[in-house]
T-cell receptor
Framework: GAVVSQHPSWVICKSGTSVKIECRSLDFQATTMFWYRQFPKQSLMLMATSNEGSKATYEQGVEKDKFLINHASLTLSTLTVTSAHPEDSSFYIC????????????FGQGTRLTVV | QKEVEQDPGPLSVPEGAIVSLNCTYSNSAFQYFMWYRQYSRKGPELLMYTYSSGNKEDGRFTAQVDKSSKYISLFIRDSQPSDSATYLCAMTNSGTYKYIFGTGTRLKVLA
């Protein structure tokens, strides 16, 4: 399968600071990238969908000013958690899909964010 | 009612057993069905990808889709301790990448 790399794999930050998470497609052009959030023992909840070169589409209840998503190239999307609070602590996972992949999407390894 | 229902488990089986994991769904528009395996603190890994109804086999894994019953299954034959993980079903409409996930079933294969 295609490879999606996510960085960092874990990060600890202080409350009030911002954290950027990168998601890269290594061997294909990702026309669409998705950002999910997963709390312990719960399923993945889609936060937003981004298409290269356009603004992200956020799911209901997700604050677009807090979770900034940029998809400036066909191989890179970033999620920035602004003014992080302890309740933002979670496992964030990206996935990516390309033009020739039908509806298949491949996931990064996830980023565990802990806000202290 | 959730769009996708999946028993969270945990499901414990002895090594070598046949494992059956299932999901039910309510949206008849779903056309693509996936099974992912997720180890603790890792991202999901695609195991099986099925379009519409029918069976698909890959090694020890078999995926079944019954659209008439809105029911999908993943069978694991000759289960191994390394199969211990959370298994997530996911599905989507034709032409969209927006997946709807089940809650995941935690599987433990005991040596």
């Amino acid at each position: 399968g295609a490879v999606v790399s996510q960085h960092p794999s874990w990060v600890i930050c202080k409350s009030g600071t911002s954290v950027k998470i990168e998601c890269r497609s290594l061997d294909f052009q990702a026309t669409t990238m998705f950002w999910y959030r997963q709390f312990p023992k719960q399923s993945l909840m889609l936060m937003a969908t981004s298409n290269e070169g356009s603004k992200a589409t956020y799911e209901q209840g997700v604050e677009k000013d807090k979770f900034l998503i940029n998809h400036a190239s066909l191989t890179l999307s970033t999620l920035t958690v602004t003014s992080a609070h302890p309740e933002d602590s979670s496992f964030y996972i990206c996935s990516a899909s390309g033009r020739t992949m039908n509806t298949e999407a491949f996931f990064g390894q996830g980023t565990r964010l802990t806000v202290v | 009612q959730k769009e996708v229902e999946q028993d969270p488990g945990p499901l414990s089986v002895p090594e070598g057993a046949i494992v059956s994991l299932n999901c039910t769904y309510s949206n008849s528009a779903f056309q693509y069905f996936m099974w992912y395996r997720q180890y603790s603190r890792k991202g999901p890994e695609l195991l099986m990808y099925t379009y519409s109804s029918g069976n698909k086999e890959d090694g020890r894994f078999t995926a079944q889709v019954d659209k008439s019953s809105k029911y999908i299954s993943l069978f694991i034959r000759d289960s191994q301790p390394s199969d211990s993980a959370t298994y997530l079903c996911a599905m989507t409409n034709s032409g969209t990448y927006k997946y709807i996930f089940g809650t995941g079933t935690r599987l433990k294969v005991l040596a």
